[in-house]
């Protein structure tokens, strides 16, 4: 979109981020640490920001050997053509990861190869050398800001780099951008076009506008058009919906890798089917039950269309020599017979027991079919071929370890869980060059913009876990260093009627900032025996709670004032737990199943509350 440098702005910054997510928040704090006044809009309400980087498994690629990390990362990409430059400082960025979360983010990097001990280690095995049979394999690795994964320590981190920046840095939230503005001439990034409580406000950019707005998981239309996929349910933010596209298109960007994403799920991207508007869960594959005996994964004729018992590739699976994910199925089950239900039901060590919750029964093979919407012969068929590859120990359809196949009871009753294929994330967006400048058809750069993370990233047809956080730090960085950099600012010629007002826009004559920021401390009220508790051990923001003690230091009532925790467990933890604490008097309460994190959170920050309450006491 095209707008004169001479118009009336309704604020000024040296650098603006589009997207609060992790490769947005690297790009501010490294603005901010290079000079810049910055301004970061999100889509997302306070709480929920953050994008797929805070949902992710909080690992990031690494390796102790350089050329490893070139060999392994050329055959990820084979046969698809990338960036050779680009690929090189990335590479540079993963051999150098452990030292950039030390020096950055001021943490003591836990490598996973220098704790082979660890559980964590050792469960990630599989995606530390997620294909195995690649070259450079055996010295890629993962580290962390911790031990410890999917608990959003490093989205919290991020964040409180920019938090603690709020001088240089200032954050709106459900502050969508719409435009990005270009100077008429010479084409130039000035600025964006954003919404603010349903006003459209012009802020001009005076040395650069970085997009890190994610992917187009949440837009139907754009994963139809480019995936080709209609049924596939978001695993992360609900909030990506592909405003970055369209803004690259709007200035003319070229656009790639848009046919690629990635899928997460218990089996090869599947994760039980959500409410309507609701993201799936995030699976790691570690339920061996749920991989074996007498089940089945069926598509949408009936038939079974994979191995269920390999371990998931981030969805992937070999289909003649390439790794690609399958095509989504509009309605896939998972199907067992009672045996395997009262193993399932009866496992103590089942990480996922809500599962069964959701499960179907019916008596018959008939009556299943016509739950499943498929034909009876044809499901008919599958579980007859099936019984009979156990009874013989071999898959003769997909090769599942003969080990693992129990046959059907035949006289029911049977058992039916309705499923989806995950959409993890997106991976097309602009192409830009390792500067992260974004380009135009013709590879010249667009002068002043910049794209980072999921939108435009090079992780194409094979996907190593951990890849897409290591962009957000690598390239965040790159992004906001070089958006930062001063550029000669562009003044059109002006009338004799404007003249005034566009020396006022000239460079070096407008003041920086004026729209304020959303993120800041909050002030919360009590009243007599009254304290608040903070805790940021949960899953989202900050929890804060209001305790009420009598004069004896009792508990009578525990108010959760703030929370951003996730809408499933998360949410049930936050209602809960107070009832439970005030009810026992103490702290000492059993975790909600499945929400520990959200559950630390709460009595976290009740145990900050009633330590204030004993120092007034004592």
Known sequence: MFKSVNSNWDATYDVVVLGFGGAGATAARFAADNGSKVLIVDSAPEGHEGGNTRYAGQVISTGSNLQDLRDYYDDLADPLHYDKDLMETYVQGLYDMPNFLKKYLGVKPFVMADHPDSDVSQALWFMRHEYPELRGQGTHDLVAVHEGVADSALWKNLRQQVLDRADSIDVLYETPAEHIFQDPYIKSVIGVEIKRDGKLLNVKANNGVVMATGG???????????????????????????????MAEDVGAKLYNMANYESYGIFHGLTPKPEAGQRSQFLPFDWPAFHQGSLMVVGDDGTRYFDENEMHRHGHIQNHGQWRIPNA??????????????????????????????VIKVDTLKALSKVMGVSNKVLKNTIKDFNR?????????????????????????????????????????????????????????????????????????????????????????????????????????????????????????????????????????TGKNQFIGKSTAGMGNEVVVRVTVDDDQNIKNVEVLKESESEDYGLKAIKELPKEIVAKNSVDVDSISGASASSKAVKEAVSNALKQANEVTE
Do not use: C, W
């Open 216 to 246: 187009f998981e949440n837009n139907p239309e754009m994963v139809e058009n480019y995936l080709g996929e209609t049924s596939l349910n978001p695993i992360g933010s609900l909030y990506n919906k592909g405003a970055g596209v369209k």
């Open 329 to 358: 199925q509009i309605h896939p089950y998972v199907i067992f017979d009672e045996k395997k239900y009262d193993e399932l039901v009866n496992d103590t060590e089942a990480p996922y027991p809500e599962f069964m919750k959701q």
């Open 389 to 525: 590859f156990a009874k013989k120990g071999y898959d003769a359809a997909f090769h599942r370890d003969g080990d693992t196949l129990t046959p059907f009871n035949s006289d029911g009753p049977y058992y039916a869980l309705p499923m989806v294929q995950g959409l993890l994330n997106t991976q097309g967006g602009p192409v830009h060059n390792k500067k992260t400048e974004v380009l135009d058809p013709d590879g010249n750069v667009i002068p002043h913009l910049y794209a980072v993370g999921e939108l435009g990233s090079l992780m194409g047809r094979k996907y190593n876990g951990g890849s897409n956080l290591a962009e957000d730090l690598v390239f965040g960085k790159i992004a906001g260093e070089e958006a930062a950099k001063v550029k000669a600012q562009v003044v059109e010629p002006a009338s004799q009627t404007d003249a005034t007002a566009s020396a006022s826009k000239s460079a070096g004559t407008t003041n920086a900032g004026g729209l304020g920021s959303d993120a800041g401390d909050e002030k919360f009220e």
